[in-house]
């Protein structure tokens, strides 16, 4: 191990201030590994809470690490309508099996501004009749927005659900132009 300690996982996160409210991005030196919403005082410290226990290592306040500060630019640019995907190192290591495979097919088929259904998603990682495994999958999705878990939907049309809330994905779909902006 060096002076650095290059031998040590490092964990670095910050909270940044979205039009869907605060986000906690948290990275390892493999990439981007988690993404939290509505990152209140609570909800961050819970969230740092998990990461530790998770990865073995407590975690560091660094919105200056590289990695943070490339995921905050490209969420900016997301919000303002200026970027339709994100081109960051990801971190798959809280997340395995089927919903790793399911997250994976999710963020490199379902571009901006489509939608895809629970059961076609299944159905393009070879489990037709795995709709309500795909939902579970979204559920455990750590690295939302940019795994576009909002992008998945009912198959009669419904909204479906979503861990950061049923506004939450109704803003983000609007943003890509799939749903029109609320009224109020």
Same mark, same amino acid.
């Given at each position: 191990m060096d002076s650095e300690g290059q031998g040590e996982q490092r964990v670095v996160w910050t909270v940044v201030? +979205?039009?869907?409210?605060? $986000?906690?991005?948290?990275? +390892? @030196?493999?990439?981007?590994?988690? !993404?939290?919403?509505h990152a209140t005082d609570a909800v961050r410290d819970r969230a740092v809470q998990r990461l530790a226990? @998770?990865?073995? +290592?407590?975690?560091?306040?660094?919105?200056?690490?590289? !990695? $943070?500060?490339e995921a905050i630019r490209q969420l900016r640019a997301y919000f303002a309508g200026d970027r339709q995907g994100f081109d960051l190192p990801l971190d798959w290591s809280l997340i395995s099996g089927f919903n790793r495979q399911v997250l994976r097919e999710l963020a490199a088929g379902v571009?901006?501004?489509?939608?895809?259904g629970y059961g076609? $998603?299944?159905?393009?990682?070879? =489990?037709?009749?795995?709709? =309500?495994?795909?939902?579970?999958?979204?559920?455990?999705?750590?690295?939302? !927005?940019v795994v576009p878990?909002? @992008?998945?939907?009912?198959?009669?049309?419904g909204i479906g659900g979503f861990g950061g809330g049923l506004e939450t994905k109704r803003k983000l779909l609007a943003l890509e132009g799939v749903?029109?902006?609320?009224?109020?």
């Open positions: 201030g +979205t039009a869907i409210g605060p $986000l906690l991005l948290a990275a +390892t @030196r493999d990439g981007l590994v988690n !993404v939290v919403f226990a @998770r990865l073995g +290592t407590e975690p560091a306040e660094d919105p200056g690490a590289p !990695v $943070l500060a571009p901006y501004g489509t939608v895809v076609d $998603l299944a159905g393009r990682v070879g =489990q037709p009749g795995g709709a =309500q495994a795909v939902g579970a999958a979204m559920g455990a999705n750590p690295l939302p !927005v878990c909002h @992008r998945v939907v009912e198959s009669d049309g749903l029109p902006e609320p009224l109020f």
